[in-house]
């Protein structure tokens, strides 16, 4: 794997694509959760230490294919600039003659963020002429964008091409990145527990199927579990289910059954008579939900079975919250599988949270540094371990 840390970048422009797609106040455009600015310093310090000079280049937002005030990068500027200790040039677009200007006169040292790439439509579009226009800017491509790492778009795998073997290279956080998700994927130590919640089965379908093919135990819980409870024959009320999916849920126990794969669902849960954290809440085993209640976190006997697979793990995956933690009423289950995670990571397990709401939810509690690895990447770390190829790696690796 080509890294950063094997160049020496003194009077080099390095041409980053980075992930700040960071949400920003609706009111006063400031950036809310920093975490992917801070992602980002640990390569642009290294580069600007050799004595080389940075070109930012990320999206924000979804644009509908123009410039949109709201989704503008300039609304970061101060804060990177802050959290650099050194001052940010901005140009408001990526390509163009001001652009290439802007970038010719940047001296070492100095750093310029270009605006969204996602105002020119040929980003997504994964445009050549667009991808080779921004390649002209930098003498060195640099990837640190994992969250955008299994997108097919001009600055995230199409420019590569304009660059030779050696000036490619990933940043330090997508090195890490892959690292950490190789490290499940090619580890052979057992027990490997793989922990999977939210609202979709149909999101994490194929990460189940993939999973049960590497895994010793799959927990199950969240709304999705519920449409497993289903086509297992048992009643869920008013919970979660898509019913176009229960058959495939039948096909993933059978499955992991002739596998050998343990496969958890919560024996019981917390219901509510509505979704809401006032709702009338009571306990019951989640295969016996009357009608106009709903499932909407684990229940005890649940998180204890959990825990004790958990426990006894040696490798840990965990995508997904256990149930509506953003509500303080329905949060428990959620925060006990994270503190359980965190006591095994404790006594020597290896364990890697990815996903936005479960990262949202380890953070919540304070326990992100308590797991091995809080990836940055929901969609990129899903596909990564479904198996796929993702674009940005292989662009850099081909
Ligand atoms: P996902 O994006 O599929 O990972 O789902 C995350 C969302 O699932 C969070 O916003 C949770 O509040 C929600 N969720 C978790 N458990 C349940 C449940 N039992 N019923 C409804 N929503 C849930």
């Not at 160049?7 to 920093?34: C, G, H, M, Y």
């Not at 010719?104 to 991808?131: C, Q, S, T, V």
């Not at 992100?368 to 371990?385: C, I, Q």
Request: aromatic share 8%; with cysteine; glycine share 10%.
């Amino acid at each position: 794997m080509r890294t950063v840390n094997d160049s020496n970048f003194a009077n080099k422009k390095a041409l980053i694509r980075v992930d700040f797609n960071v949400p920003l106040d609706k009111q006063t455009f400031a950036a809310t959760d920093d975490t992917r600015l801070r992602a980002a310093l640990k390569t642009i310090n290294k580069i600007i230490a050799d004595g080389g000079s940075v070109i930012l280049m990320s999206h924000l937002g979804r644009p509908k294919g123009g410039p949109e005030d709201k989704y503008s990068l300039k609304h970061i500027v101060e804060h990177l600039s802050g959290l650099l200790n050194k001052p940010v040039k901005f140009i408001n677009d990526c390509i163009g003659d001001d652009v290439k200007d802007a970038a010719e006169n940047l001296k070492p040292g100095e750093i310029l963020l270009l605006e969204n790439l996602r105002f020119h439509p040929e980003e997504e579009k994964g445009d050549e002429k667009f991808a080779e226009q921004l390649s002209k800017l930098g003498d060195v491509y640099v990837n640190d964008a994992f969250g955008t790492a299994h997108r097919s778009h001009a600055s995230t795998a199409v420019i590569a091409k304009y660059f030779s073997t050696e000036n490619k290279m990933f940043g330090y956080l997508m090195a890490a990145e892959i690292e950490a998700g190789n490290k499940i994927l090619n580890n052979h130590q057992k027990p490997f527990t793989a922990i999977i919640g939210g609202a979709k089965v149909s999101d994490k379908i194929l990460i189940l199927e993939k999973l049960i093919d590497k895994a010793d135990n799959i927990v199950v819980g969240g709304g999705m579990a519920y449409t497993f409870i289903k086509a297992t024959g048992g009643k869920i009320g008013n919970s979660l289910c898509e019913e176009d999916r229960l058959e495939l849920a039948k096909q993933l126990l059978e499955k992991a059954k002739n596998k050998n794969v343990n496969f958890l669902l919560p024996y019981d849960s917390v219901i509510a008579d509505k979704f809401d954290n006032d709702a009338m809440k009571a306990n019951c085993m989640s295969h016996e939900i009357e009608d106009g209640w709903m499932g909407l976190d684990i229940g005890n006997k649940a998180i204890n079975d959990f825990i004790e697979v958990i426990k006894n793990s040696k490798i840990i995956l965990w995508n997904g919250p256990m149930g509506v933690f953003e509500m303080e009423n329905f949060k428990n289950g959620t925060v006990e599988v994270a503190k359980a995670i965190a006591e095994a990571t404790q006594n020597g397990a290896y364990s890697l949270v990815g996903g936005g709401d479960s990262v949202a939810a380890v953070n919540k509690f304070d326990l992100a540094d308590k797991v091995s690895y809080v990836s940055t990447g929901g969609g990129a770390m899903l596909e990564f371990f479904e198996g796929k190829i993702l674009p940005g790696i292989a662009a850099i690796e081909e």
